[in-house]
């Protein structure tokens, strides 16, 4: 039960962030620093939650993996500490859950490109851009916490078939099963990223 209250302040935290976020924007001046003015019906609310989306596509399933791996990393070195020619079949099991986060990681420069944070281009963000990058940041940012998570757990059962048979051949294949759910939600991020209108 403990475990599922960290997905729980996980999702908490990431609701105040947004709302945050939305209340920063709604008391932010026309224009920040030493970007230029936009017009009066464009603020920059926009780029305040694409920021959000970065965020949220970066940091969620990077503590899924970081959870999954060291997870994972446990169990691998107590089976390498009894036989050392095993650590290579529990080597596999420990990068799984780490693939998340590099989903992650893709969306948010996907979305940081994509919305002008990393191009070096002044883009014409409405706040309704800004907020459907926030959205398409959500099915990697979600799914990908999780699976990372589940997918761990599989792992270290996969690392138990290799300690007890030296093979962890299906272990690897029931691993694969739960990764299929963050790459369905990684390519469900991408098309919803690279259909997002913004005007240069």
Request: glycine residues 12%.
């Amino acid at each position: 039960m403990k475990k599922y209250r960290l997905f729980a302040l996980i999702a908490v935290f990431v609701l105040v962030f947004a709302f945050a976020g939305a209340a920063l924007a709604e008391a932010m001046p026309p224009t920040i620093g030493a970007l230029p003015a936009e017009p009066a019906d464009n603020t920059p609310k926009g780029y305040i939650w694409a920021a959000v989306a970065v965020c949220v596509a970066i940091i969620l399933p990077g503590i899924g993996s970081a959870l999954g791996v060291g997870m994972a990393g446990r169990a691998a070195a107590g089976v390498s500490a009894e036989d050392p020619e095993k650590g290579g079949s529990c080597l596999i099991f420990e990068l799984l859950p780490a693939t998340q986060g590099l989903y992650g990681f893709v969306i948010a420069i996907f979305i940081a490109v994509s919305s002008g944070i990393l191009s070096g281009t002044f883009l014409e963000l409405s706040t309704a851009s800004g907020l459907s990058f926030f959205y398409a940041s959500l099915p990697i940012g979600i799914v990908g916490l999780v699976s990372a998570y589940f997918q761990s757990r599989v792992c270290c059962a996969g690392i138990g078939i290799v300690a007890k048979q030296g093979n962890g051949g299906m272990g690897i294949t029931f691993a694969i099963m739960v990764e299929l759910y963050a790459i369905l939600a990684l390519i469900i991020s991408i098309l919803m990223v690279v259909n997002i209108p913004v005007a240069a």
